[in-house]
């Protein structure tokens, strides 16, 4: 089945630094990316869609210049969460779909942020 | 634009026993509908979905769902559950032509052996 790839699985730093997620959909191309954010103990949250060759688009209430997010090929996503502080620690997830359309989304298995 | 509502938060059910968690979703128009589950130390993983056609729908493990499109419904139900089905379980709608999809705030469930 597809497969979407995230690293790092966890990152620790210090408050300030950038940190770069990478989201990779393995055996298959897509023009599309997907960024959410799970809080503890609450949903995922979509925080912007990724386009190959074109900029994000991101949800209402998501900085764009703190979340940067480059789909520089069809296979690859980053995301950059620039000058962290510990109110960005979170879970952060991407998913890809197959295809497009309105097929099933496919997850990373997700990225631990731990912002101290 | 659309949202979906998971009512239960925590279930605890005994190994046999049967499941349902309820999901309702807003919106008016044509809607994809999805139940996803994370196993713990797991990514998300698809365990049914719902396009058109037989609002019964049957996906891995023994799970099916039910689309009810006047109670705007889509509950997920198992007849007997094991403890390996302790998981959380989120349901997800897209609206039609969007990839865009909106989780509700899952249900933990956990299964006592």
């Known amino acids: 089945g597809a497969v979407v790839s995230q690293h790092p699985s966890r990152v620790i730093c210090k408050s300030g630094t950038s940190v770069k997620i990478e989201c990779r959909s393995l055996d298959f191309q897509a023009t599309t990316m997907f960024w959410y954010r799970q809080f503890p103990k609450q949903s995922l949250m979509l925080m912007a869609t990724?386009?190959?060759?074109?900029?994000?688009?991101?949800e209402q209430g998501v900085e764009k210049d703190k979340f940067l997010i480059n789909h520089a090929s069809l296979t690859l996503s980053t995301l950059t969460v620039t000058s962290a502080h510990p109110e960005d620690s979170s879970f952060y997830i991407c998913s890809a779909a197959p295809g497009g359309g309105n097929q099933p989304q496919h997850f990373g298995d997700g990225t631990r942020l731990s912002i101290l | 634009a659309q949202s979906v509502s998971q009512h239960n938060h925590h279930v605890i059910l005994s190994e046999a026993a049967s499941l349902e968690l309820g999901c309702n979703y807003s919106y008016g128009g044509t809607v994809n509908l999805f139940w996803y589950v994370q196993y713990p130390g797991q990514h998300l993983q698809l365990l049914l979905k719902y396009f058109s056609g037989d609002p019964l729908v049957k996906g891995i493990k023994g799970f099916e769902a039910e689309f009810i499109k006047s109670k705007f419904s889509f509950n997920l139900r198992k007849p007997s559950v094991q403890w390996s089905d302790t998981a959380e379980y989120f349901c997800?709608?897209?609206?039609?032509?969007?990839?865009?999809?909106?989780f509700g705030t899952g249900t933990k469930l956990q299964v006592i052996p």
């Open positions: 997800a709608v897209n609206t039609g032509g969007y990839q865009k999809v909106t």
């Open positions: 990724s386009n190959e060759g074109s900029k994000a688009t991101y």
